[in-house]
């Protein structure tokens, strides 16, 4: 939710804000550095935080029903085991030594290795969000551009009305209008998890079935969530075109409304519009954390709050470094499409 | 700034409802937050019942007693309610001031100043602005501790970047006019310029900064109470949507009706009104926007 507040015009600054360069490459590498330098950032903040402050991952391991305390020797060899008693310092670098290889380690609060951990839960919030994204962009893609078409009317006035709504409304009280809808109003959709439990399917269609219908609900609420802001920046970029002098030479011309409106209006939005597809997409690990725990989904975003909750290192370190991998692909593939698309960036002509 | 905005009317002359309806949205907006502001001063004058006072019998429906019924343990709803409205308030304060406190420092420094601070402060930017933001305000929640004010704080050191960039932008434009040449050139000092032609101009835009600061905060907030990992010893309405979810037979009872729906609508309701309230100062800040958002104030 938060994250959609980002606007593509925000994002737009940013290329200008960038030293000039003599060439793509050198302007890729120094793209590449940055986000090395944030991946750096982020893998030692999510180190020293936690340590830095009170709260202690050996409890996790304490049976919560029955509480009590270590004893002092049995805390020793713990601290041991998970190599907490070591200084700081040496801490720190086997730690960066480890993500570097990728090499997560031990859950404390799970007793599983994390890598086995994360691999049963990123796929599902990348179905998610990959699917609430996909389905917000093209509905807000042709929303936006008809509505920017015929601007002033009553449609159109309707839609940025129910969409500015929609925009201030969190994605958590999305989600929860619809769990009421489908839950006590017309229980027809199954409101909690991934798949039906204890489930026994006959075949795989009776599966994807039951998984479809699982996920309708929260990308629904995904969807709905993220559909304000892309809807506004594409129906304000089209009609900012709309009074430009290519415009009227395409209308002169004779061409068909379809190609005016899609070729020659729609292109104009379509820079900011990827690179808030791109951002929206970078955060998209952690950006289904609200609607996931109201429908318990097991995704990335119940892993983070459980992790948190434990205080499991191992757990917290891979998965922020998750995190912070994909939104920096996302960032990287956006700058990608910012140089290909605008030339005019990577020679530094615009700044 | 007068004569753009004379301009960008003059060339809608067109709509006459133009002005009008770039009023409503401002003077809609703020009578909802006004509203909401009226309800959480008069908090002890609405209220008959302690936030967690165990005031009747559970799950009651609503009554003449308690407006909006009673929750899973006996406390009053609509106290709840007016209470959480103190919380979102203080939170959109705090939070909004602090992020732009921080967000207009650096973005002043960085378009005053220039050069290698420029650079510097922009590249820090760029990192804060590809940090996972919500995981990472969860995570510092969690280990600062969570009341209202490390919520504030923490909102304002993760979420500065968009403010920064927009007063940046702002002060780069302006450093090139003449109006503020002629004032270094007769040798008016920085902090003269600064709050004598720089500040009066990014004013508006500082405002709308501000205010969209403030409405992200109160649903990270709300966010954050929503998850349980709010400030234990306030109510919010994240946490009044947290308990009723909690509640195992919340959805074999009616109660859902009166617990659910109240938080949801006052949360929405306000949000609303702050992001109208941004859009009509956003309008008078950036005039050709109101003409490509025509209408938008509806």
Do not use: C
């Not at chain 1, 292109?267 to 990827?274: D, E, S, V």
């Not at chain 2, 927009?166 to 434009?173: A, I, P």
């Amino acid at each position: 939710m938060a994250q959609d507040a980002e606007t593509g015009a925000e994002r737009g600054t940013r290329a200008s804000l960038r030293p000039p360069s003599d060439g793509r490459v050198n302007h890729l590498s120094a793209l590449a550095a940055l986000h090395l330098v944030t991946i750096f950032v982020l893998v030692s903040l999510v180190f020293f935080l936690p340590r830095a402050l009170p709260g202690d991952p050996l409890n996790a391991l304490l049976d919560p029903e029955v509480g009590g305390t270590f004893t002092a020797e049995a805390r020793a060899e713990l601290e041991a085991h998970y190599q907490l008693d070591r200084p700081l310092g040496e801490q720190y670098v086997r730690y960066l030594g480890r993500m570097a290889t990728l090499d997560f380690g031990w859950s404390i609060s799970r007793q599983s290795p994390v890598s086995s951990l994360i691999a049963a839960r990123l796929p599902w919030t990348l179905l998610l969000m990959g699917l609430a994204l996909t389905f917000a962009a093209a509905i807000s893609w042709l929303a936006g551009t008809t509505s920017a078409w015929r601007r002033g009317s009553r449609s159109d006035r309707a839609l940025v009305a129910v969409l500015t709504l929609a925009r201030s409304v969190p994605d958590f009280a999305i989600a929860t209008i619809l769990l009421i809808v489908f839950a006590v109003l017309v229980p027809v959709l199954p409101v909690a998890g991934n798949r039906t439990v204890f489930a026994q399917y006959t075949s795989i269609w009776q599966e994807a079935g039951d998984v479809t219908a699982h996920l309708i609900l929260p990308v629904s609420a995904l969807t709905i969530g993220l559909l304000g802001s892309k809807f506004l920046l594409v129906r304000n970029s089209v009609i900012g075109s709309l009074g430009q002098e290519y415009m009227m030479l395409a209308r002169a011309k004779g061409l068909p409304i379809r190609v005016q409106k899609y070729r020659h209006a729609g292109r104009n939005a379509l820079l900011p519009f990827l690179t808030l597809l791109g951002v929206q997409f970078g955060f998209a690990v952690g950006g289904s954390i609200f609607v996931e725990e109201v429908f318990t989904y097991p995704g990335m975003g119940t892993l983070i709050l459980d992790a948190v909750d434990a205080r499991d290192y191992p757990l917290l370190e891979a998965v922020f470094l998750v995190l912070a991998a994909t939104v920096l692909m996302a960032n990287f593939v956006v700058d990608l499409i910012y140089t290909w698309l605008d030339p005019g960036v990577s020679t530094g002509a615009r700044s | 700034m007068t004569i753009v905005s004379a301009t960008a009317t003059a060339s809608r002359a067109g709509s006459a409802g133009g002005i009008r309806r770039r009023l409503d949205s401002l003077t809609v907006g703020l009578a909802i937050v006004g509203l909401f502001v009226v309800v959480a001063l008069l908090a002890p004058v609405l209220t008959t019942y302690r936030a967690f006072e165990l005031a009747g019998r559970p799950i009651e429906p609503p009554s003449v007693e308690f407006p909006l019924g009673t929750n899973g343990v006996g406390n009053d709803i609509f106290t709840q309610l007016v209470l959480g409205t103190r919380s979102s308030l203080l939170i959109a304060l705090l939070a909004g001031l602090g992020t732009l406190l921080v967000g207009a420092t650096i973005g002043l420094l960085s378009g005053w100043r220039g050069g290698v601070v420029d650079v510097v402060l922009m590249r820090v930017t760029d990192i804060v602005l590809a940090l996972p933001r919500l995981p990472l305000l969860i995570l510092m929640g969690v280990y600062l501790g969570p009341t209202l004010l490390n919520t504030a704080l923490v909102i304002s050191l993760v979420f500065w970047p968009p403010s920064a960039r927009v007063v940046r932008s702002q002060v780069l434009s302006l450093r090139g006019r003449a109006h503020l040449t002629a004032s270094l050139g007769f040798g008016a000092g920085t902090w003269y310029s600064l709050r004598r032609h720089v500040i009066p101009e990014v004013g508006l835009i500082l405002i709308a900064s501000l205010i969209a600061s403030a409405g992200r905060a109160v649903m990270l907030e709300a966010g954050l109470a929503f998850l349980g990992l709010g400030d234990p010893s306030r109510v919010s309405w994240g946490r009044i949507l947290r308990d009723a979810l909690d509640f195992q037979a919340l959805f074999f009872t009616d109660a859902w009706s009166w617990w659910l729906v109240p938080p949801i609508v006052a949360l929405s309701l306000f949000l609303l009104g702050l992001t109208l309230v941004g859009i009509g100062f956003e309008r008078r800040a950036n005039p050709r926007l109101s003409r490509h958002s025509e209408g938008t104030a509806r």
